[in-house]
C-alpha cells in the first residue's frame, strides 16, 4: 500500500529508501548488458549453482577485504537481495518462540523476516553510539532467566536503518567479545557502510563488525542494491562454511539460485571498477540531499523537530513535538500529498510514537524542500493546539 500511495500524482515520497536513479550507470550497465546478451555465451540465460555465480564470489572478495573482512569462497553465499539474507537466517536458525534481540528502533525488513519465523521479538536500547551495551546484556539475561533461547542479534551498524547512526568503534569489538560470551550469533546487516559522508572522520569508523571476528560469531550481510543498482537484487552473506552450506540447502529450496543474468551483469561491473568510481560522487549526492533535507526543516519548522545529524545513507529520523504523533500526523501528510514511514512501525515494543522516519535518498533537491512545506503545513494544527 506504502508504495501505491507513494507514487500518486504529485505525491512527494520521504517513505521509501530508494537509491537515486539519476546515480545508476546507465551508459555502463547498457553496454555490460549488451555483450552478454549477445549470446556468445549461453550460460548468461541458464541455471547456475545456487551458491552464486563463482567469479562474482571471486570478486567480492577484495569488496570484502577494503572492509577489513577476510573470508573464503566457502564463506560466501549470493542472495537475492540481502532482504533474502535475512528471510534465509530467519529459516535456518530460528526455532518459534527463540528471542532474537533487536535495536530500538529496528529495520522494519527484518523484524518481518523474525516474526514469519515466529520468533519472539526483543528490543535494545540505543545511544547516540548505537546499540546500549549494558542494555543489551540485561535484556539477554532476562529473557533466558524466562526460559526462552537467545543465540540471535541483529543489528545495522553503520547508518542504521531508521535512526542514520553510526555504531562507535569501540562497542564493534566489545559486541563481538560480548557475543562469544553469551554464546549469540550476530547478524550484521550493512547496506550503507560505503555511503559514508564527509564528516565520519573515516572509513575506519565503518569497520565491520565482522573484522573482529575470528571465532565465527558474525554472519555478515551486503547488498549491491545501494550502490550499483536495486533492481538486480544481488547481495550476499558471509558466515562458517558449516552455515552457509545449511543457508544453500535453504535457499535451494526458494528460489534455487539468484538470477545469472543480474549476477553476470553485477559481476562486470565489479570488475570494471564501477563501483570505485561511482563512491565518491554516491557519497556527494547524498550528502547534499541530507543538507538540503536538514536546511528545509530548520527552516520551515525551526527547532519543533529534533534528530541526529546523519553521517551517511539514507535516512534521517525526526523526534515530534509535544502533541504530536506519528499515525495521526501521517493522516494529515497524506491529505497534503506528502508520505514518509511512522516511527512506530520500526518499534516490536509498541513505542515510537513521536518519531518519523524521513528518507532523503530518492527525491531531487526541490522535492525535498517542497515535501517540507507539506510537512509543515501537516504538522501545523498540532503546533496550534499545543500553543
Known amino acids: ?225 545501494k550502490t550499483l543498482a536495486p533492481g538486480f537484487r544481488v547481495g550476499w552473506m558471509v558466515a562458517p562454511a558449516a552455515l552457509v552450506d545449511r543457508f544453500e540447502t535453504a535457499k535451494q529450496s526458494v528460489d534455487l539460485m539468484t538470477g545469472s543474468l543480474d549476477q553476470r551483469v553485477v559481476h562486470e561491473a565489479v570488475r570494471r571498477g564501477a563501483l570505485e568510481r561511482m563512491a565518491p560522487a554516491l557519497r556527494a549526492l547524498y550528502r547534499r540531499k541530507r543538507d538540503a533535507m536538514e536546511t528545509a526543516l530548520r527552516a520551515g519548522l525551526g527547532d519543533r523537530l529534533r534528530w541526529p545529524a546523519p553521517k551517511g545513507g539514507f535516512f534521517l529520523w525526526a523526534t515530534l513535538p509535544g502533541g504530536c504523533d506519528d499515525v495521526t500526523l501521517l493522516a494529515r501528510a497524506l491529505e497534503q500529498k506528502l508520505v514518509f514511514v511512522i516511527g512506530s512501525a520500526f518499534y516490536v515494543d509498541g513505542s515510537g510514537h513521536d518519531r518519523i522516519r524521513l528518507s532523503f535518498s530518492a527525491p531531487a533537491a526541490e522535492r525535498i524542500e517542497e515535501g517540507v512545506r507539506r510537512l509543515a503545513a501537516a504538522m501545523k494544527p498540532a503546533l496550534i493546539k499545543s500553543q
Not at 169 to 176: E, G, P
Not at 192 to 215: C, H, K, M, N, P
Request: glycine fraction near 8%.
Open 1 to 225: 500500500m506504502g508504495t501505491v500511495v507513494a507514487r500518486e500524482a504529485d505525491m512527494v515520497s520521504f517513505a521509501a529508501g530508494y537509491p537515486d536513479p539519476a546515480s545508476f550507470p546507465w551508459d555502463e550497465l547498457r553496454d555490460i548488458t549488451r555483450e552478454l546478451l549477445s549470446g556468445a555465451d549461453p550460460t548468461s540465460l541458464q541455471y547456475g549453482p545456487t551458491r552464486g555465480y563463482k567469479p562474482l564470489l571471486e570478486s567480492i572478495l577484495p569488496v570484502l577485504a577494503a572492509r577489513h573482512i577476510t573470508a573464503t569462497l566457502d564463506e560466501l553465499l549470493i542472495t537475492s537481495g540481502s532482504q533474502q539474507g535475512l528471510d534465509l537466517v530467519a529459516r535456518v536458525l530460528v526455532t518459534p518462540g527463540d528471542a532474537v534481540l533487536v535495536e530500538l528502533p529496528a529495520y522494519t525488513g527484518a523484524i518481518s523476516a523474525f516474526k514469519n519465523a515466529q520468533a519472539h521479538l526483543v528490543g535494545v536500547k540505543q545511544d547516540e553510539d548505537g546499540i546500549n551495551l549494558e542494555d543489551l546484556d540485561d535484556v539477554c539475561q532476562r529473557e533466558r532467566r524466562a526460559g526462552r533461547r537467545v543465540n540471535l542479534l541483529y543489528l545495522v551498524p553503520n547508518f542504521q536503518n531508521p535512526t542514520g547512526l553510526l555504531l562507535g568503534l569501540a562497542k564493534r569489538q566489545r559486541l563481538v567479545e560480548w557475543a562469544e560470551r553469551r554464546d549469540v550469533l550476530i547478524i550484521e546487516d550493512d547496506p550503507y557502510g560505503s555511503l559514508y559522508f564527509e564528516d565520519v572522520a573515516s572509513e575506519e569508523e565503518t569497520r565491520a563488525i565482522r573484522a573482529y571476528d575470528s571465532r565465527g560469531r558474525v554472519i555478515y550481510l551486503s547488498t549491491f542494491s
